[in-house]
C-alpha cells in the first residue's frame, strides 16, 4: 500500500488509535457503519455528527467489490436525514482517487501526514 510503504512505525502510528475501547468509544458517540460480504466483515467507516469522516477502511479482500462505495453512499444518507450539508474527511493517497471519483472535491493542498 503506498500510504505506508511497508513502514512499520508508520503502521504502528496510524494503528495505535485502533484499539477495542476507542471502537466502543466510537460506536457509543459516532456513527459506524459496517460493510459485510458473504458474512464477513469487509469494511468500517465512522463519522462524527459535524459531518467529519474518521474512519472509512475497507479490508484489501474486500477493495473494488463495492464496500467502499456501499460505506460512503450510508455516511451519505445518514447526513442527508441530519441535515448536513457537506461532509469532510482526511484521505490517504490511496483513497483519494476513490473520493474523486465519487464527487468529492479537494478543497486544499495534499498535506504530508505519517510516513
Avoid at 503506498?2 to 496510524?14: F, Y
Avoid at 466510537?26 to 467507516?45: F, K, L, N, R, Y
Avoid at 460505506?71 to 476513490?98: M, V
Amino acid at each position: 500500500m503506498s500510504d505506508h510503504r511497508g513502514d512499520a512505525a508508520t503502521l504502528s502510528m496510524w494503528l495505535s488509535n485502533k484499539t477495542v475501547n476507542n471502537m466502543r468509544r466510537w460506536i457509543a458517540t459516532h456513527a459506524v457503519h459496517v460493510a459485510v460480504d458473504d458474512e464477513q466483515i469487509a469494511g468500517v467507516a465512522s463519522v462524527r455528527s459535524d459531518g467529519f469522516i474518521l474512519l472509512n477502511y475497507v479490508a484489501p479482500e474486500a477493495r473494488f467489490k463495492g464496500a467502499s462505495k456501499s460505506l460512503l453512499r450510508d455516511i451519505e444518507l445518514w447526513a442527508s436525514r441530519r441535515g448536513l450539508e457537506w461532509l469532510a474527511l482526511d484521505s490517504t493517497a490511496t483513497a483519494l482517487r476513490f473520493y474523486l471519483s465519487s464527487g468529492c472535491t479537494m478543497i486544499g493542498p495534499p498535506q504530508p501526514a505519517s510516513g
